[in-house]
């Protein structure tokens, strides 16, 4: 049984497609290319690609020992924020802090909790009256019981109550993929390919990799939980040293139609490139996570310098001392925003203490797929390289959209 | 470590380009667990797990040979696991070894980790011809110049190019994938022969003490700090048992941790469960 997975490789290694292997090339391979790049070049690259995936299932994505979180589906939210708050804080951080819910009564998974259901906690709470008493009860002991609320009500605000919530308030906004009822899950011996288009689909960034047993348990065992990052860590490592066989590798990032550019006199743009200062508000900033369907923001200075990025993953670190209890988010700037999640997470960080990652636009594409390749980055910010303009975002699901040639 | 550790179609077979001593296989049947063969008890052939070098000759994982003695013996010391764990690879290279079992004067290796650009002689016994590398993990190209002649092993996986040239593949792995059915010991043992007429526990019986946890099952990774390095791998022993976090009782969540194996990989969950008032 365990040999399946071993097998699968070698055998898509013998059955691989052509790979022009030059015994003796010089460095030659290893230049990026400036030039366009041909329809053809693009074809076989993903192609390639594509075969690849196929032939490799997720069960390459697991770790060897891995750890993955549940949440049971009737823990108050307040207490899910914390619990994946010290997920994110701790020194192995693997990346996005997503829980998936578990349901016990059913024995199934139903959903997953994401940094984006916190966004919208926290951005209706002062709006609706459903959460914020819930809240507001951990930093007011006893006090005023202004809500209407009863005590028993306040109990129910748990996960579950939140997701039904979450149903009405998403057939008033336009939330791509919200509206599932069903958790999106996959099996480990999906293909990756299946994986990727799954995410890709659906809207989402992590997916649970499920094992069903029918016959013997009461509950699926979750194995993992995938994301177009370990997928992409997968191609990386079969691709790196075999550039020639996907061609696109080498091209620099601005010849290939990929990411978000700023746009350009004379092109025209279709996704425009969001963008914010340090003084606006953090309530401007959630407003735009969510409508603009982005996971994170560039913030640039006034010269449109780049100086950080505010995330979705970043509001976890509000729950650090309770911080979400006692702002005001349209009194509070991005500024401090950040210097909040960079208290909350202080081992954070590149050596050069970045949070977040940058290329140039000269880069070869194989570059960016290992930047992005790396744990936790999910996007790459493409700045120019003396004045630090901000000129574009490549994300993950850029690069996959690209490369299945998704809109 | 390597997937190929294993013997493959055991001695019928020469071509396979191994002219390792059986001794040297012994690292990897002992078991799967990596705190035992970081343990003396190694024979002196074999360099320990940290250093065994990779066999190309199978890219399938085959049943190491059975050395039933050996596990029995080493169980205790799985207590006294070292800290210090150096099968950390990381980037760091892999221990690799090619061999050419096919003749030649002078053989070279040239393959696709550094793009092809540079040649390494191998050192040769006879007939046969070796050559230890490190290679971070991941996948590579290669190909064998046999007295100015480029050639490669037809046995082991290889592709072949548009113009009928061939080079062997390899994918390097940075961890051996347990093949647990080929472990003997690791089949449940029937169950006794006397009836099972214990009677359920009655109410004196819970105000006992409950028995001692074996101390096998303080192996747990759960409850510990997390490290840098990616987490070690948990002992066979405390597998599919479920620990509770151990909490005042007015907290109103607890945390349920359960280490399972799938195949060849162990998954840790950690369930949150609000407890009922």
Same mark, same amino acid.
């Given at each position: 049984?365990?040999?399946?997975?071993?097998?699968?490789?070698?055998?898509?290694?013998?059955?691989?497609?052509?790979?022009?292997?030059?015994?003796?090339?010089?460095?030659?391979?290893?230049?990026?290319?400036?030039?366009?790049?041909?329809?053809?070049?693009?074809?076989?690259?993903?192609?390639?690609?594509?075969?690849?995936?196929?032939?490799?299932?997720?069960?390459?994505?697991?770790?060897?020992? *891995?750890?993955?979180?549940?949440?049971?589906?009737?823990?108050?939210?307040?207490?899910?924020?914390?619990?994946?708050?010290?997920?994110?804080?701790?020194?192995?951080?693997?990346?996005?802090?997503?829980?998936?819910?578990?349901?016990?009564?059913?024995?199934?998974?139903?959903?997953?909790?994401?940094?984006?259901?916190?966004?919208?906690?926290?951005?209706?709470?002062?709006?609706?009256?459903?959460?914020?008493?819930?809240?507001?009860?951990?930093?007011?002991?006893?006090?005023?019981?202004?809500?209407?609320?009863?005590?028993?009500?306040?109990?129910?605000?748990?996960?579950?109550?939140?997701?039904?919530?979450?149903?009405?308030?998403?057939?008033?906004?336009?939330?791509?993929?919200?509206?599932?009822?069903?958790?999106?899950?996959?099996?480990?011996?999906?293909?990756?390919?299946?994986?990727?288009?799954?995410?890709?689909?659906?809207?989402?960034?992590?997916?649970?990799?499920?094992?069903?047993?029918?016959?013997?348990?009461?509950?699926?065992?979750?194995?993992?939980?995938?994301?177009?990052?370990?997928?992409?860590?997968?191609?990386?490592?079969?691709?790196?040293?075999?550039?020639?066989?996907?061609?696109?590798?080498?091209?620099?990032?601005?010849?290939?139609?990929?990411?978000?550019?700023?746009?350009?006199? *004379?092109?025209?743009?279709?996704?425009?490139?969001?963008?914010?200062?340090?003084?606006?508000?953090?309530?401007?900033?959630?407003?735009?996570?969510?409508?603009?369907?982005?996971?994170?923001?560039?913030?640039?200075?006034?010269?449109?310098?780049?100086?950080?990025?505010?995330?979705?993953?970043?509001?976890?670190?509000?729950?650090?001392?309770?911080?979400?209890?006692?702002?005001?988010?349209?009194?509070?700037?991005?500024?401090?925003?950040?210097?909040?999640?960079?208290?909350?997470?202080?081992?954070?960080?590149?050596?050069?203490?970045?949070?977040?990652?940058?290329?140039?636009?000269?880069?070869?594409?194989?570059?960016?797929?290992?930047?992005?390749?790396?744990?936790?980055?999910?996007?790459?910010?493409?700045?120019?390289?003396?004045?630090?303009?901000?000129?574009?975002?490549?994300?993950?699901?850029?690069?996959?959209?690209?490369?299945?040639?998704?809109? | 470590?390597?997937?190929?550790?294993?013997?493959?179609?055991?001695?019928?077979?020469?071509?396979?380009?191994?002219?390792?001593?059986?001794?040297?296989?012994?690292?990897?049947?002992?078991?799967?667990?990596?705190?035992?063969?970081?343990?003396?008890?190694?024979?002196?052939?074999?360099?320990?797990?940290?250093?065994?070098?990779?066999?190309?000759?199978?890219?399938?994982?085959?049943?190491?040979?059975?050395?039933?003695?050996?596990?029995?013996?080493?169980?205790?010391?799985?207590?006294?696991?070292?800290?210090?764990?150096?099968?950390? !690879?990381?980037?760091?290279?892999?221990?690799?070894?090619?061999?050419?079992? !096919?003749?030649?004067?002078?053989?070279?290796?040239?393959?696709?980790?550094? +793009?092809?650009?540079?040649?390494?002689?191998?050192?040769?016994?006879?007939?046969?011809?070796?050559?230890?590398?490190?290679?971070?993990?991941?996948?590579?190209?290669?190909?064998?110049?046999?007295?100015?002649? !480029?050639?490669?092993?037809?046995?082991?996986?290889?592709?072949?190019?548009?113009?009928?040239?061939?080079? +062997?593949?390899?994918?390097?792995?940075?961890?051996?994938?347990?093949?647990?059915?080929?472990?003997?010991?690791?089949?449940?043992?029937?169950?006794?022969?006397?009836? !099972?007429?214990?009677?359920?526990?009655?109410?004196?019986?819970?105000?006992?003490?409950?028995?001692?946890?074996?101390?096998?099952?303080?192996?747990?990774?759960?409850?510990?700090?997390?490290?840098?390095?990616?987490?070690?791998?948990?002992?066979?022993?405390?597998?599919?048992?479920?620990?509770?976090?151990?909490?005042?009782?007015?907290?109103?969540?607890?945390?349920?941790?359960?280490?399972?194996?799938?195949?060849?990989?162990?998954?840790?969950?950690?369930?949150?469960?609000?407890?009922?008032?």
């Amino acid at each position: 049984m365990s040999t399946g997975a071993i097998s699968t490789s070698s055998s898509s290694s013998s059955t691989s497609n052509i790979a022009i292997v030059p015994p003796m090339l010089p460095d030659a391979s290893l230049q990026v290319s400036n030039l366009r790049i041909s329809e053809a070049d693009i074809g076989i690259s993903r192609d390639c690609i594509s075969e690849f995936l196929s032939t490799h299932s997720a069960y390459e994505l697991l770790p060897d020992s *891995g750890k993955v979180i549940a949440l049971e589906v009737s823990l108050p939210v307040k207490q899910a924020f914390h619990i994946l708050y010290e997920q994110v804080v701790s020194p192995v951080d693997m990346g996005i802090p997503v829980a998936p819910l578990l349901d016990t009564c059913s024995g199934e998974f139903v959903g997953v909790l994401s940094p984006l259901d916190f966004i919208l906690i926290l951005k209706e709470v002062p709006n609706g009256t459903l959460f914020w008493p819930m809240l507001k009860k951990s930093c007011i002991q006893l006090g005023n019981r202004g809500s209407n609320l009863t005590e028993e009500e306040l109990e129910t605000h748990t996960i579950s109550a939140w997701k039904e919530a979450k149903q009405q308030l998403s057939s008033q906004m336009v939330l791509h993929g919200q509206s599932q009822r069903q958790l999106i899950h996959a099996g480990p011996y999906d293909s990756l390919k299946e994986l990727a288009l799954k995410i890709l689909q659906n809207h989402i960034t992590t997916i649970p990799i499920v094992r069903s047993l029918l016959q013997e348990d009461s509950f699926p065992h979750l194995l993992h939980l995938a994301s177009l990052s370990g997928i992409l860590r997968c191609i990386c490592r079969h691709f790196r040293h075999s550039t020639t066989s996907v061609p696109i590798l080498q091209q620099a990032i601005f010849t290939i139609p990929l990411g978000t550019w700023v746009s350009r006199i *004379g092109e025209s743009n279709g996704n425009q490139l969001a963008k914010l200062k340090p003084n606006e508000s953090l309530s401007r900033a959630l407003t735009l996570l969510v409508q603009a369907e982005v996971s994170s923001i560039p913030i640039v200075d006034d010269n449109d310098r780049l100086l950080d990025t505010y995330s979705r993953s970043d509001i976890i670190s509000l729950a650090k001392d309770k911080v979400y209890a006692r702002i005001r988010l349209d009194e509070t700037s991005i500024y401090q925003a950040l210097q909040l999640r960079n208290n909350a997470s202080p081992s954070h960080g590149s050596v050069t203490g970045q949070r977040f990652h940058t290329c140039l636009r000269s880069d070869s594409l194989l570059k960016v797929m290992e930047q992005l390749a790396t744990p936790g980055v999910r996007r790459v910010i493409i700045v120019e390289a003396a004045t630090n303009h901000v000129e574009g975002i490549i994300s993950l699901s850029d690069v996959f959209r690209f490369l299945f040639s998704m809109p | 470590m390597g997937n190929v550790n294993g013997r493959y179609e055991i001695e019928d077979d020469n071509s396979f380009g191994r002219s390792r001593p059986d001794a040297d296989d012994s690292s990897v049947d002992v078991c799967g667990t990596r705190s035992v063969d970081s343990v003396d008890e190694c024979p002196p052939e074999s360099p320990g797990r940290s250093r065994t070098p990779l066999m190309f000759a199978p890219q399938i994982p085959v049943p190491p040979l059975q050395s039933s003695d050996n596990l029995y013996n080493e169980h205790h010391l799985w207590m006294k696991e070292p800290d210090q764990s150096s099968e950390v !690879y990381l980037e760091k290279g892999i221990p690799t070894l090619f061999t050419w079992n !096919y003749g030649g004067n002078v053989v070279l290796v040239e393959g696709s980790w550094d +793009n092809w650009a540079s040649r390494k002689p191998m050192q040769r016994s006879g007939k046969d011809h070796t050559l230890l590398m490190n290679l971070p993990s991941g996948v590579y190209q290669y190909k064998f110049l046999v007295d100015g002649q !480029y050639k490669c092993i037809p046995d082991l996986p290889h592709i072949t190019d548009e113009m009928g040239n061939a080079t +062997n593949v390899l994918d390097v792995h940075d961890y051996v994938p347990e093949n647990v059915e080929s472990i003997s010991e690791f089949n449940s043992p029937p169950s006794p022969g006397s009836s !099972y007429s214990l009677s359920l526990p009655r109410d004196k019986d819970f105000a006992k003490e409950p028995p001692v946890v074996p101390s096998q099952l303080h192996l747990t990774t759960l409850g510990m700090p997390d490290t840098d390095e990616s987490s070690l791998k948990p002992q066979h022993v405390i597998l599919n048992h479920l620990f509770i976090e151990k909490c005042s009782p007015s907290q109103s969540m607890v945390a349920l941790g359960l280490t399972h194996r799938f195949q060849s990989k162990y998954v840790t969950v950690v369930l949150y469960k609000p407890t009922k008032r």
